[in-house]
């Protein structure tokens, strides 16, 4: 189906001409966007059926791969505050430095009288595996 497809493409780009879209107004490029739209969704559709008959679908791939998303995975995770004024408010120690502790260390005291106490985990102990 791919080698048919191909072979389709080929003789369309050889049936048509190189366009010079610096000549081209408004309303013809206009055409033109929309031509290029039909034709994406129409090979869209293509690629959404060879799917079903696979037994998959774009879902079930990521939707973010799928639209071309890219991103960190810890983006947009809550973590615990490391930092916290006399007044009570947080600050976990991520993005800009909080006014509070900006004007604090300009009086002259130091970020680590802002921590958090925090009774460090141990760590965990990993078996090591041995070699066969």
């Not at 080698?3 to 080929?10: G, L, V």
């Not at 366009?19 to 408004?26: R, V």
């Not at 206009?30 to 998959?56: F, H, K, M, P, W």
């Not at 879902?59 to 009570?88: D, E, F, M």
């Amino acid at each position: 189906m791919a080698k048919k497809r191909k072979k389709q493409i080929a003789r369309k780009q050889r049936n048509q001409r190189k366009q010079n879209l610096t000549g081209l107004d408004f309303d013809a490029l206009i055409a033109l966007r929309n031509q290029v739209d039909e034709a994406l969704t129409g090979y869209r559709s293509t690629l959404e059926r060879q799917l079903e008959a696979l037994g998959s679908s774009i879902a079930s791939l990521g939707g973010k791969v799928a639209r071309g998303i890219r991103g960190s995975t810890l983006k947009g995770r809550k973590v615990a505050a490391k930092y916290k004024g006399p007044s009570g408010e947080l600050w976990a120690g991520r993005g800009a430095t909080p006014r509070w502790l900006v004007a604090a260390i300009k009086e002259g005291k130091k970020l680590e009288d802002f921590l958090i106490d925090k009774a460090t985990p141990a760590k965990k102990v990993t078996k090591r595996r041995k070699k066969k």
